[in-house]
């Protein structure tokens, strides 16, 4: 028994010793690791901290940067440049709902001004002028708008000058008022003049303010605005010294979105042959179609044109024609031809035409590069009677209204090898 107990007591005290020398080789691990993750891993985590607290530091900075950037221009690139989009959004500014009422007085100023050869931002204006005044467009000591803007170029002054656009101000747009019930209707006449010369359709975004918010008077001189009873009592920010800058022609990077595609490819035509474009890729703009709208450079070209009309027509939305190559003709091409099945362009085949006879207005055809020939990729819209919309080189730029070319026929002719012809169905 002596010797049983003994033997007990040695392997006891062994396993104590085993557990001891255990323990102590794991917190000797232990410390080794601690001491590693000390030296290694915890300067990382300290780096990495200061990384994300240096991005946070720089987004902070960028949003404050373009908070500053969307109040000095009165807008960001997302809101449209300040722009409505359609008459019903432009006549709710002063309180009107009853959307066929202007509908139907937009179709009239329209008419009633044709001769005046005016823009989308022009009718708007005028449009509101005329469902301020209920009567229509009033006629004033010096006539008609239309009288008055033919009395301007008759007097020297070039179409959309600054001193045309100053004369159309002080000889008939600073009176509307006088026609007007509206407590507001200096502010609204001031405020319908800027849609005019600049463009800016949104007046919660425009220099003046809002119609019933408006800050200051752009437009009246204080001489004019005597003429009114009582008229809101805003600070007059005209003087002789900045008329040429708040008269100076801007026009929108936007047009109502009709849906009408031969009747927006007319309106971009004519906006080109206003503001002098020119054909050029020098300074094209590529992934944002508004800033192409109004580059700065005007310049343009075939594929850019149909571009232009694709998107103010409302046929293809904006992510959709940022997506696409559209200064160039083929990238316009491979571009429509991924929207066949959807509804709204057809591709038309070999067999469906080969004359005149067989197109429609709106047709946009793509030729196809002939280097024997000396031929360019090129894209333009058929506008039917033989003519077409295109914006091929400058002098086919800076006229107005389409075009009669020679070719009589369309497939099979080397003058003319279109490979691609899409029908709008919208």
Known sequence: MGDEQEQRQEREALDS???IAKKKTKDSIQKVIMSKVKVIIMPVIGYMAIMFAAILAILALITLLDSVIHNKSGGSADDGYGQADSIDTYMSQFGYENSEEFTAMYDTVKSETEACGLNQQQIFALTAIACNCNAGLPTLKKGTFTDVYEAGLAAGYEKNSWQHNKYIWDKWWFETPAEMADANRTKIADATFETYAKGDFNFSTSEGGAIENRTKYIYYTEEQIKNFEDPP???????SSNEEEIFSYQSSP??????????????????????????????LIYRNIDKSLTNPYKETC??????????VSGIVTKEEINSASYNSAHGIKRFLRSLIGTGRFQELGESDVNSYNDLQP???LVQDNVEELGVRGHVQIYAGDEKWYSAGKTERIQYYGAQHYRWKTIRNNPDLPFICIIRPLI
């Open 302 to 311: 075939c594929a850019t044109y149909v571009a232009h009309v694709l998107y």
């Open 17 to 19: 010793a085993k557990r």
């Open 233 to 239: 009592s805003i600070p007059i920010t005209r003087t």
């Open 362 to 364: 709106g047709d946009i």
């Open 254 to 283: 936007s047009y109502e979105i009709s849906g009408n595609f031969l009747e927006v490819a007319d309106s971009i035509d004519k906006k080109y042959a206003d503001e002098g474009w020119k054909y050029s890729k020098g300074n």
